[in-house]
């Protein structure tokens, strides 16, 4: 609702060009339809409830989710934890164009803060909860590469007293006759010796096993809950506008506020990169080329939602503390406009996460800009947003470059950027996640 009204203010309002006056004027001066543009891109808004995680908010599934996002041990090869692709330092990415753990990932490593917000998670929405999302990465064989039973039983032996003070007690995970190391299902394979030996199990130690593991992802999220972008240049300039000061307090320079008035207007990028996280959340076809590994053509969206309608861990599963899930219940998969679409990411801290796109196809913001003035080549499967429109040729590309760069605020604290000191996760292994030395 919020993009269409947002829209409609777009379209009614091309901006201005510059009277004599203002152009000498060290700053720009706004009209009332901008300005209600641009305050609806800042503040940042404070974090929203997590229904289907009971533990969200709770301390101690905070610091045992701190210890596990930083362990290698909870991966195949002892040396992939979550922070070998979401690097603190990076704003929680990788600076690759694909992500690298024991293998190569199909898709670039986005930020870690800014998908607190989200209804749906990853490039494809195939996930709708911080928690659920976990879950993928742990068991994906490019990834942490472990089994279903493989990552419980790591928790057990590395975290069970942390794990058991929050999430009362453990199965016997030690008797592996009952819990096979190996077991894991995998849907799409029946007959994957994995699934197999998944099949093999309980029904009720498959259910016990499937609880630590939702309970593992609930801690990851209660984690990440902390790392949320911080307050940036842009921020100030708006709260200094808000207080009555023209220049904004000097925050943004005269090229970053003439990227300001084209990304709210002319550009149209604010049509889909809105709100104070500057995205709408929704998923689009830009048409644009994919590089990296890509085995076979990528559905995006399309896959994405089917996906998570029928994911275990999803809001309607047994897992969920919730049973309130409305994105589910009105989420269609056969969209026609969800074929090859992606989900627009955050342009929080956007010049600290280069490359960029779903498989990191642009090395800088200014090829980023690039593309949106020429849209080169055509959609490799569906179509191309028919609301993409060449970009206006009176905008300058280091104008918007200079606008998204105000975008940048602080890291989290620093004792959120590294496993607490008592963990003793091995958090610096030799040689490269693959385990080459
Ligand atoms: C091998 C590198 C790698 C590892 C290890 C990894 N990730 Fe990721 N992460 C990625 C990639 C690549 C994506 C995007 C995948 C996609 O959309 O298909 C992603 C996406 C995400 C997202 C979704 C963000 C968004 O904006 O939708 C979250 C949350 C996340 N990872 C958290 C984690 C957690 C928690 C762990 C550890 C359990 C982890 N990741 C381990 C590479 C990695
Ligand atoms: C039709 C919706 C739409 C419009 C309009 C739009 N974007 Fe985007 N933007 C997206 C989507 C979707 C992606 C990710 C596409 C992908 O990877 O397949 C994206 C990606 C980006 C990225 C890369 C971010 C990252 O972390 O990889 C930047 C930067 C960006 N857009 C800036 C802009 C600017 C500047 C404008 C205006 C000139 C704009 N966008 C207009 C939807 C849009």
Redesign the pocket.
């Known amino acids: 609702m919020l993009c269409a009204s947002l829209m409609a203010a777009c379209a009614c309002n091309p901006s201005t060009p510059e009277s004599g006056a203002e152009a000498k004027a060290d700053h720009i001066q706004w009209s009332p339809d901008e300005r209600a543009l641009i305050d609806s891109l800042s503040p940042l808004p404070p974090l929203p409830p997590s229904p289907t995680n009971r533990f969200a908010d709770n301390e101690q599934a905070r610091d045992l989710g701190h210890k596990?996002?930083f362990d290698t041990r909870?991966?195949a090869n002892g040396r992939?934890?979550?922070s070998?692709?979401?690097v603190p330092e990076m704003y929680f990415t990788?600076g690759l164009s694909?992500?690298?753990?024991?293998g190569l990932?199909?898709?670039?490593?986005?930020?870690?803060m800014?998908?607190q917000w989200?209804p749906?998670?990853?490039?494809?929405g195939?996930?709708d909860s911080?928690w659920s999302?976990?879950v993928?990465?742990?068991e994906?064989p490019?990834?942490?590469g472990l089994t279903r039973v493989g990552l419980a039983k790591a928790v057990f032996d590395h975290h069970r007293k942390d794990y058991e003070a929050v999430f009362g007690p453990m199965p016997p995970l030690d008797d592996t006759e009952r819990f096979i190391p190996t077991a894991r299902p995998v849907p799409s394979r029946k007959s994957h010796p994995q699934n197999m030996s998944w099949g093999l199990m309980l029904e009720d130690d498959r259910k016990a096993v499937n609880t630590v593991v939702a309970n593992v992802g609930k801690a990851?999220e209660a984690y990440?809950r902390v790392l949320v972008p911080g307050p940036a240049p842009f921020d100030r300039y708006v709260e200094a506008l808000g207080k009555g000061d023209p220049s904004g307090g000097g925050h943004l320079s005269k090229a970053a506020q003439r990227g300001l008035r084209a990304f709210v207007g002319k550009g149209q990028c604010i049509n889909c990169h809105n709100t104070p996280l500057m995205t709408d959340m929704g998923f689009h076809n830009l048409g644009l080329t994919p590089t990296g590994v890509v085995a076979e053509l990528d559905l995006g969206r399309s896959r994405g939602a089917a996906d998570v309608l029928s994911a275990e861990f999803n809001c309607q599963g047994a897992f969920s503390d919730t049973k309130e899930c409305q994105e589910l219940r009105f989420l269609n998969p056969v969209f026609e406009d969800f074929l090859g679409a992606f989900?627009t990411?955050?342009l929080r801290n956007v010049a600290k996460t280069a490359p960029y796109m779903?498989t990191g196809q642009f090395k800088s913001l200014a090829e980023v800009v690039t593309f949106y003035r020429t849209l080169p080549g055509k959609a490799v499967i569906g179509h191309r947003e028919l609301v993409l429109s060449l970009l206006d040729r009176s905008i300058e590309t280091g104008d918007l470059v200079a606008f998204l760069e105000t975008l940048t605020g602080d890291l989290p604290d620093k004792r959120w950027l590294a496993p607490p000191p008592e963990a003793g996760a091995r958090l610096k292994p030799k040689g490269d996640?693959a385990g080459q030395p």
Not at 120 to 124: A, E, I, K, Q, T
């Open positions: 596990l996002f909870l991966s992939v934890s979550c070998t692709c979401h990788d694909v992500g690298k753990g024991i990932t199909r898709r670039h490593t986005p930020t870690l800014g998908p989200a749906f998670l990853l490039w494809d195939r996930a911080v999302q976990a993928g990465p742990l994906n490019d990834e942490h990851l990440q989900k990411p955050t779903h996640a």
